[in-house]
């Protein structure tokens, strides 16, 4: 008798930076450094509190908090204003290592990402090695610290990620599945808020294992649509798919050239009229682009990206060859020959939407 084949293993990573908007402000200023930081709201406004560095944490104060009461519980805290534009740029620029490693990317928000390396032959196959190098080179090239989940499916990425922060790297293997999720509290689960949690308590669910007692009909009547997820994930299965939708987060074009660049001033030209035709892609779809990303592969086929994200949505009146030194000055432009330019824009917005973002946390 035939078997049936079974489905080839998944290898899901979740990548989920370390305190973001704080490390981002620890890093770009030596003296917040080793401090409690807090980025949001001022202490005496209504404000909340959007992220806070691990020095603030050991104090009990932590995201949504009221600025307010973080400020009780740290007089000695440094509050700090968000700077959103920075954070996008650090966040592209990140995005940028993911997809050297694959294309099946995942942006959950501007801090974490799910990435499907299940076909990928790097680092012999091994997706932990894999999450270890993404690990090193965001930190070799962006200054910030990422805690990496890996796993079989999505939820126990998502769970590893959590597990060993910050700088941490955990594995749940297919075999630990089931043994894991039966001893998780319900208030950990992904997509189980207080409310839910509540409810759960209340017909005796305390953690996995409870929940594997229920059926999918029962589980329905209490809890309709996300019954079925419940029921899948309390024996440690999770089909979701790392749901890849880049072109709606960028559009590029790029040019193999049939004799090598060498020259800066036809580099520049060159890249002036790649991002002319991108421009003209975005406003095709009614679209603005605030983040400008420049890739250059080399003779030797090494290639680099470099990321520079603007306050204003990018247009054809842009001073290029300005814009391109700076992004491209420690790039060897001029000296290095030079057989493939691209463009990308990113950080994509509906022409009708744009609007100056207001400052929610004051």
Do not use: W
Not at 10 to 16: A, L, V
Not at 63 to 77: I, K, N, T, V
Not at 232 to 259: C, F, L, M, N
Request: hydrophobic share 35%; charged share 25%.
């Amino acid at each position: 008798m035939t078997g049936v084949k079974p489905a080839p293993l998944r290898k899901i990573i979740h990548i989920d930076m370390d305190a973001f908007f704080a490390a981002v402000e620890q890093r770009d200023n030596p003296k917040y450094q080793n401090k409690p930081i807090i980025v949001g709201g001022a202490p005496d406004s209504r404000g909340v509190v959007a992220t806070c560095s691990y020095e603030a944490r050991k104090y009990g104060i932590h995201s949504a908090m009221p600025s307010s009461r973080a400020f009780r519980l740290c007089p000695q805290a440094i509050f700090v204003k968000p700077r959103f534009a920075i954070y996008k740029e650090a966040s592209s620029a990140i995005r940028q290592i993911f997809y050297q490693y694959t294309s099946q990317v995942e942006p959950v928000s501007l801090d974490e990402a799910y990435l499907d390396v299940s076909g990928s032959e790097l680092c012999e196959g091994s997706a932990s090695r894999i999450a270890q190098k993404i690990k090193q080179q965001i930190l070799s090239e962006t200054g910030l610290v990422a805690s990496a989940g890996v796993s079989y499916n999505k939820f126990f990425a998502k769970i590893a990620s959590d597990m060993d922060k910050p700088d941490g790297l955990y594995l749940i293997t297919p075999d630990q599945g089931q043994a894991f999720v039966a001893q998780l509290a319900i208030g950990k689960f992904h997509g189980v808020g207080k409310a839910t949690e509540r409810k759960m308590h209340e017909l005796g669910i305390k953690n996995g294992a409870d929940l594997k007692q229920f059926s999918l009909p029962v589980l329905q009547q209490h809890f309709g649509k996300s019954a079925l997820f419940f029921y899948k994930i309390a024996q440690g299965i999770d089909e979701r798919p790392v749901k890849t939708d880049r072109e709606s987060k960028s559009i590029g074009t790029e040019t193999t050239y049939a004799q090598d660049l060498q020259q800066s001033h036809e580099i520049y030209q060159q890249l002036t009229e790649l991002l002319d035709k991108a421009l003209l892609k975005v406003q095709a779809k009614k679209l603005y682009a605030r983040t400008l990303t420049v890739k250059v592969k080399y003779h030797d086929f090494q290639q680099i990206t470099r990321s520079l994200t603007f306050n204003r949505p990018i247009k054809n009146q842009l001073p290029t060859t300005p814009v391109f030194r700076q992004l491209l000055q420690k790039d060897g432009i001029g000296q290095s020959r030079i057989r493939l330019l691209g463009i990308t824009l990113s950080s994509l917005e509906k022409q009708t939407n744009y609007y100056r973002q207001m400052d929610l946390f004051d």
